[in-house]
């Protein structure tokens, strides 16, 4: 009974409404090509679940002052300097607003050691002129003014496994992992990471182009201005807010971005557009060898009856007829 049952399933038996063709082989087989595929999707989607994500990566041209409609910014920066840090930001709308259809002003800003930049003074995009950048002012026996945070992805999965090395307040014993800007020129590098729930994680790194961090006077407006203001855009007066590229040990250091970022998109591999071409493949493979072992079994067994009949039709006498 269970012989007939399973040649009853046999999908391979050719043709398939030649029921004299079916095996028992081919029945069994008919059962595993749907269980092995089953056993190959829970160690498939098991695999999925403990492994790293897949991901694609794009290189992109850093946006210009007319892509400010989606702005770009520094992460959280931190002025490590013990006079304080003068500031002089891209020129954008967040710099006070513009009139009459002029750009913003430029506005240098005084940050107090340990203070957070404004994102009006992290706004960053590519220009081809060298004047519109970041520029940074302080005077201290320390060749480093900024420290910024730093968000390090470290693991791809259905969320984004996130390390950060948080911005320095002061240059001190606590900020030798921080990472800091240099005196001179620097350029900012960007990695964007998008999981499959669309979080961007920016992860930002400098890099020194110029160990030169005399002030230019000519073109740092902090350093010639009156005009100064705090984080919170009111008018500092005093005579220390103003000048502050005169003083001994004066530097400062100018920061854009470089010119192309790279783009990680994970994909998700639960999706299904991602995976069942996977799992179908999968089945089609497993169908094929089933069909392939199904029919050389089947061969065999034909053969085998063949040979069957043959001897059984040379075994049996013929008896002549004879007149008399």
């Given amino acids: 009974m269970v012989k007939d049952t399973l040649r009853g399933l046999d999908k391979f038996k050719k043709p398939y409404e030649d029921d004299s063709t079916a095996t028992v082989c081919g ?22 679940r403990t492994a790293e994500y897949p991901s694609t990566l794009y290189t992109k041209v850093f946006p210009g002052s007319d892509g400010q409609r989606e702005m770009n910014f520094l992460p959280t920066t931190k002025c490590t300097a013990s006079s304080g840090c003068w500031v002089t930001g891209f020129q954008s709308e967040l710099q006070g607003g513009s009139t009459n259809g002029q750009p913003a002003e430029r506005r240098c800003r ?24 970041l520029t940074v002012a302080w005077h201290s026996d320390s060749n480093f003014g900024l420290s910024y945070e730093v968000n390090n992805v470290v693991g791809y999965s259905a969320e984004l496994d996130v390390q950060t090395t948080e911005a320095a307040g002061a240059i001190d014993e606590n900020s030798a992992n921080a990472y800091k800007i240099y005196k001179g020129s620097n350029l900012m590098s960007l990695v964007r990471t998008i999981g499959v729930d669309d979080t961007t994680v920016d992860t930002w790194t400098n890099t020194v182009t110029s160990e030169d961090g005399t002030p230019d006077t000519a073109s740092n407006i902090c350093c010639s201005s009156n005009t100064i203001y705090d984080s919170d855009n009111n008018l500092l007066t005093g005579s220390q807010y103003t000048n502050p590229c005169a003083e001994p040990q004066a530097y400062q250091t ?40 199904a029919g050389f079994y089947a061969g065999q067994v034909a053969k085998k009856k063949e040979k069957e009949e043959e001897e059984a039709a040379a075994a049996v006498e013929i008896v002549p007829t004879h007149k008399a």
């Fill in 27 to 48: 029945g069994v087989l008919t059962i595993f090509v749907p269980i092995a595929t089953l056993i190959f999707m829970a160690l498939y989607f098991e695999q999925l």
């Fill in 254 to 293: 100018r920061i854009q971005p470089y010119p192309t970022y790279t783009e990680i998109d994970i994909i998700d591999p639960f999706d299904f557009n991602n995976w069942w071409p996977d799992i179908g493949g999968t089945f089609s493979m497993f169908d094929l060898i089933a069909g392939l072992v």
């Fill in 110 to 133: 005084y940050y107090q050691q340990g203070e957070e930049l404004i994102d009006a003074d992290r706004v960053i995009y590519y220009s081809s002129d060298p004047i519109d950048v």
